[in-house]
């Protein structure tokens, strides 16, 4: 079984169906399935695309997204999804690193599609459109089996660069029988997506669990106003809703939300904040969970459960046949209510880090992923995530990491030290805050330095404020100070 068989086999099941819906367009299985094969053929005989190969999909929220990823798939290729927020030098570094033989796009992302290929002259893209009008072909779809490597995740690292997380079909498969089980998904079923379909919570949660399970897809066309998103749901009748914290906040000055169809919506990529589970839980008759895990576990390890006890600050249970464990520095178990690292056991534990052996033997260690998130177990089995063990930011649910931000400011003619920490914020779970030493002599212009950064980086990595300082503290060995910058004045 593969990822590819697994989809065709809802679409011969049930071919008329509606597996998407778009606006007032609606996509029964049959047809999501005949264009994923145009797909198929056109990688296979216009792109030469081997089992086994990569090929990116750059694209902004789309239909067509779906169709593309299971094309990609049932030529035997490996998917690598593009944050369509990154800036084009981002882009081209993780075609670089991943070796995408080719790369689909959509002509929204015409102008950045003309800077990649200007860093990249020999990339092979394409846009998404000329999918559209393709009839389904004749096609001769290699065998993956479930220990191929089916996507490349990118994650945001510590050394500055992204890396890609190798989930195989296998490690799907078996998150999605494991979220299938957790939230008990029906077939009649239609799940919204409300984020980014690039995320590894919309991937496997908003892409693979619907179209797997013989249930449906409400995508979104926009989030704004919030009457858009009630009349959608209401409409094509959404019954499961996976989001992020701010978005369950900004949903609860909008009292007609409690009137949808929902009988559930499910909260990850960031902690949700008790508060909004409180406010939340008054103001709806239809219950919120709060579920977690990283890219690198598919994404899916925890969820509180849906008929049972909700913990309010838990991440919850473990899914099924999903293990978690809370060990300390030398991998020894911790007891019951200890904090330490939070790691995890089970199929759904990527097979590694692309091309990072040592990245990969520092979180895989005996059979567990190392997640870097600290935390503690109680006696009935809940788990809740207290710090991270990493420097890692969390910006609407996306991972940041301080030293990818920092490494570019330090391009910055005059920057002689900066350190980038994470800040509380309301909207966003987290923001960057730039503390910046200049050269002896310079003074920075604040503005030239943002746009700086802009200008090479995603938006939502740009640093909020920039603090500036004639030194950062330092420790006896020179290492800067973050948790004295937490505590500065400034920074509040």
Known sequence: MNLAHAFAES????????????????????????????????????????????????????????????????????????????????????????????????????????????????????QVEEFAGLPSSTINPPSSSESDLAALLYTSGTTGHPKGAMLTHGNFLHNVASCVAALDVRADDRIVVALPQFHSFMFTVGTLLPMLSGAGILLLKTLHPFKNVLEEIARHRGTILPSVPSFYRALLAVPEFGKLPLRLCVSGGAPLPVEVFNEFTRKFPFPLREGYGPTESSPVATVNPIYGENRAGSVGKPIPNVELSIRDEVGGELPIGEFGEICIRGGNVMRGYWHQPEETAKVLRAGWL????????????????????????????????PREIEEVMYQFPGVKEVAVIGLPDARRGEQPVAFVAAADGVTLDEKALVQFVRERMADYKVPRKIIFLTALPRNATGKILKTELRRSPAAK
């Open 11 to 126: 679409a011969r099941k049930q071919p008329e169906k509606i597996a998407l819906c778009w606006g007032d367009r609606e996509f029964p299985y049959a047809e999501l399935h005949a264009r994923a094969r145009a797909v198929t053929a056109r990688l296979q005989n216009h792109f030469g695309v081997k089992p086994g190969d990569r090929v990116a999909v750059w694209v902004k929220n789309c239909p067509e997204f779906v169709p593309t990823v299971f094309g990609i798939l049932t030529a035997g290729g490996v998917v690598v999804p593009v944050n369509n927020f990154l800036k084009p030098a981002e882009v081209a570094f993780i075609l670089q690193d991943s070796g995408a033989v080719a790369v689909i796009s959509d002509a929204s992302l015409a102008e950045a599609q003309e800077k990649v290929l200007a860093l990249r002259p020999a990339t092979k893209l394409f």
């Open 370 to 401: 190392y997640t870097g998130d600290v935390g503690y177990g109680d006696a009935d089995g809940y788990f809740y995530i207290t710090d991270r063990k990493k420097d890692m930011l969390l910006v609407n649910g996306i991972n940041v990491y």
